[in-house]
């Protein structure tokens, strides 16, 4: 049991590595790169990981040593020292692992470490940090993870039709999901149309995005039917204490807010699925 933890650790820790990577390329359509920081300089091999980089201290390239001439003039050197990675490279792998630990732990005694069942856990996992990740940094989530999330629960429910959600249940939650998002994404746009009316600044949108929508049909497809009801419920209580929380925050310290801002929903709707696969339907 041990040594598979560890296992299930290590492949969180690097699956962690690889969704950093997706998440720095994929919000600007870039094909998938070797780790960089943030200046665009591949990180050497010890700071592939972001564990790894700040162990090392390798949050950024050791700066280069000073020529003469800056010697004798005293301007500083810019080099690429000054790009240091944030705390979301280890952070994310770190959750990946303690999330995949988590989903393997509920299943671990009906399915062995390489069972099917497992790895799809483990995909879900990886799929559901990433879209958290990007939506948390660039307020969208890209349908190029939220459909494959969505195809690989369609799969999921074929290949495995003795485990929960079967087939039936699985498209009746995914249609489920995707129906009562999007009225509710339509409502949205329809409101920020009818205030674009009589304000002067344009609202853009409303308060879900379309990948919000596919976002919950995939988990739909995940968790099935009744399982969609509960996580469409925690999802809009989770939201709706997330935006109190950064409406305080935001008054703390600064004093006031700015109406309108978006909030994240993906990362909510990403902690609602988890909660209803490890409580069960």
């Not at 990981?49 to 003469?68: N, Q, T, V």
């Not at 305080?248 to 696969?277: E, H, N, W």
């Amino acid at each position: 049991m041990f040594l598979e933890s560890c296992a299930v650790a290590i492949t969180g820790v690097l699956g962690g590595g690889l969704i950093n990577m997706l998440a720095d390329d994929l919000p600007s359509r870039q094909p998938l790169r070797m780790p960089r920081y943030t200046d665009g300089k591949r990180r050497p091999r010890l700071a592939w990981l972001g564990i790894g980089a700040f162990m090392f201290k390798l949050r950024s390239l050791p700066k280069p040593k000073p020529s003469g001439d800056e010697l004798r003039t005293g301007s500083p050197s810019n080099g690429p020292g000054a790009a240091l990675l944030s705390w979301r490279y280890p952070l994310t792998e770190i959750a990946t692992a303690l999330l995949m630990l988590l989903l393997y732990a509920d299943i671990r005694d009906e399915a062995a470490l390489l069972s099917t069942a497992t790895l799809f856990k483990f995909a879900y996992a990886a799929l559901f940090v990433l879209i958290a990740v990007i939506d948390l940094e660039h307020r969208r989530i890209p349908f190029v993870v939220a459909l494959p999330l969505g195809a690989l629960a369609l799969i999921d429910a074929a290949l495995i039709p003795v485990s929960e959600p079967g087939t039936p249940s699985a498209a009746i939650g995914g249609l489920i999901g995707f129906a009562l998002f999007y009225v509710a994404y339509l409502g949205g746009v329809m409101f920020a149309r009818m205030l674009n009316r009589n304000r002067g600044k344009p609202l853009e949108g409303g308060a879900l995005g379309f990948g919000d929508v596919v976002l919950m049909a995939a988990v739909g497809l995940i968790v099935g039917f009744p399982g969609i009801l509960l996580a469409i419920t925690l999802s809009v209580f989770a939201g709706a204490g997330g935006a109190f929380a950064v409406l305080c925050a935001r008054l703390m310290k600064t004093g006031g807010y700015q109406p309108f801002d978006k909030i994240p929903f993906g990362p909510f709707i990403v902690g609602s699925a988890i909660a209803v696969l490890l409580i069960g339907n």
